[in-house]
């Protein structure tokens, strides 16, 4: 509901800005100092006042922060056991990290946990401690 409400606020008000602009080229709304495409100042408000209750009831919730740090703490424990133990590293991987210098081993260390998915964050990261 709120995703049609944004889009048609959006519509209306570029619509309307547009039409005062009667821009002929690009260079006219290049030039110009407002956007041309933007929210209403109403909407902005009410999605400030969403943002604020969000942030106060939910981004900076304690249980949150605990995930948040936990993931925090995941990440640094899985990068920093395949940067020491490249060895550690799928087939692949670890034959691009082996020889690799210490710096560009991070990068490929971090490219490679860029690409997991949260799941299988988590999956590594139990292989990686808790496996037997």
């Not at 606020?9 to 030039?31: C, F, G, H, N, V």
């Not at 939910?58 to 990440?75: D, F, G, V």
């Not at 946990?113 to 299988?120: K, P, R, Y």
Request: one cysteine or more.
């Amino acid at each position: 509901r709120l995703t049609g409400i944004w889009i048609a606020d959006l519509l209306t008000e570029s619509q309307k800005r547009r039409r005062a602009l009667a821009p002929e080229t690009a260079a006219d709304i290049r030039a110009h100092s407002a956007p041309v495409i933007a929210f209403s100042d109403a909407l902005v408000e009410q999605q400030y006042e969403l943002r604020r209750f969000l942030y106060d009831r939910m981004y900076t919730h304690y249980k949150i922060n605990r995930k948040r740090s936990q993931a925090k703490r995941m990440l640094s424990a899985v990068f920093h056991a395949f940067l020491e133990e490249p060895d550690t590293l799928p087939t692949e991987w670890r034959y691009m990290a082996e020889p690799a210098t210490r710096e560009v081993r991070a990068r490929i260390v971090c490219d490679y946990i860029a690409g997991m998915t949260d799941t299988f964050l988590i999956e590594e990261y139990n292989r990686l401690f808790f496996s037997v």
